[in-house]
T-cell receptor, first 113, second 110 residues
Framework: EAQVTQNPRYLITVTGKKLTVTCSQNMNHEYMSWYRQDPGLGLRQIYYSMNVEVTDKGDVPEGYKVSRKEKRNFPLILESPSPNQTSLYFC????????????FGPGTRLTVL | DAKTTQPPSMDCAEGRAANLPCNHSTISGNEYVYWYRQIHSQGPQYIIHGLKNNETNEMASLIITEDRKSSTLILPHATLRDTAVYYCIVRVWSFNKFYFGSGTKLNVKP
């Protein structure tokens, strides 16, 4: 089944403890992206990647890192999480280009205490 | 990217057509209009997209005005399971950022 998977689905952590949220897709998509969703602010793009070893900032990249060493994986790294990074996170992938839809993962709900 | 404007909420009776409007008055010629929906806090689900022409698939129809400054998503026979937040997005072909906006909360009522 074609899908985007994220792990973990739920995570409670403390300020400053490094964490990684994994994202994997099995559709051979070039394009991958991370979003965060907060009440009243909608979905905002954090980082995106056009292909392996190619990443770029979205609208809210501060406090996050990403890497794209393999086509299928696009992990989101929080080196020193803070409470303002408490949010619902979504990973998405696409074939790229303007005429292809994004497929979204199920989401990761992160709470930073 | 062109920004979009949608009404915050709409109601629709079950079995009737739901017509969700979107204004994108600053859209450029190479920007596609995409529609997604999100049920509760699940991952957004793709519905349909188009550039200039009207489009139809098994889920919905997309009507884009001739000047491309607005569009309407039509769910022909809304069911209770169509209750969700619907997002209208415009996407530039050479630019891979996406702006989801606040969306329209569609409430389908029995």
């Amino acid at each position: 089944e074609a899908q985007v998977t994220q792990n973990p689905r739920y995570l409670i952590t403390v300020t400053g403890k490094k964490l990684t949220v994994t994202c994997s897709q099995n559709m051979n998509h070039e394009y991958m992206s991370w979003y965060r969703q907060d009440p009243g602010l909608g979905l905002r793009q954090i980082y995106y990647s056009m292909n392996v070893e190619v990443t770029d900032k979205g609208d809210v990249p501060e406090g996050y890192k990403v890497s794209r060493k393999e086509k299928r994986n696009f992990p989101l790294i929080l080196e020193s999480p803070s409470p303002n990074q408490t949010s619902l996170y979504f990973c998405a992938s696409s074939l790229g280009g303007p005429n292809n839809e994004q497929f979204f993962g199920p989401g990761t709900r992160l709470t930073v205490l | 990217d062109a920004k979009t404007t949608q009404p915050p909420s709409m109601d629709c009776a079950e079995g009737r057509a739901a017509n969700l409007p979107c204004n994108h008055s600053t859209i450029s010629g190479n920007e596609y209009v995409y529609w997604y929906r999100q049920i509760h806090s699940q991952g957004p689900q793709y519905i349909i997209h188009g550039l200039k022409n009207n489009e139809t698939n098994e889920m919905a129809s997309l009507i884009i005005t001739e000047d491309r400054k607005s569009s309407t998503l039509i769910l022909p026979h809304a069911t209770l399971r169509d209750t969700a937040v619907y997002y209208c997005i415009v996407r530039v072909w050479s630019f891979n950022k996406f702006y989801f906006g606040s969306g329209t909360k569609l409430n389908v009522k029995p």
